[in-house]
Nanobody, 125 residues
Framework: QLQASGGGLVQAGGSLRLSCTAS?????????VGWFRQAPGKAREFVVS????????WYADSVKGRFTLSRDNARNTVFLQMDSLKPEDTALYYC???????????????????WGQGTQVTVSS
């Protein structure tokens, strides 16, 4: 079970930090984690993922250099630090867990078996 939080309203150029906490200890040591987002009327899109196997992290080009994924194993939590936010980052953000570990799998929503509830991020211009 995943619990996402941290969304809110921020002005363009601002920052937010999203959290995704697992109810199972050591969860993110055995599952890869990903963040996806979905804007109104659009498909859910890949944002970032981290492989449980080798720790590799992949970012969508649209967020590279602005978003940072980190993990706190002691708290069973992953964080998505979002800086230099833009209005086009506005979306419902979801964290998810996957038993897969390769880039091609982790960029696809169908490879994720466990989803947290979304947390809304709104960036005003």
């Amino acid at each position: 079970q995943l619990q996402a939080s941290g969304g809110g309203l921020v002005q363009a150029g601002g920052s937010l930090r999203l959290s995704c906490t697992a109810s199972v200890p050591s969860y993110f040591g055995t599952y890869s984690v990903g963040w996806f987002r979905q804007a109104p009327g659009k498909a859910r899109e890949f944002v970032v993922s981290k492989s449980y196997r080798d720790g590799k992290t992949w970012y969508a080009d649209s967020v590279k250099g602005r978003f940072t994924l980190s993990r706190d194993n002691a708290r069973n939590t992953v964080f998505l630090q979002m800086d230099s936010l833009k209005p086009e980052d506005t979306a419902l953000y979801y964290c998810a867990a996957s038993g897969y570990y390769s880039y091609s799998d982790l960029t696809s929503t169908v490879r994720y078996s466990d989803w947290g509830q979304g947390t809304q991020v709104t960036v005003s211009s």
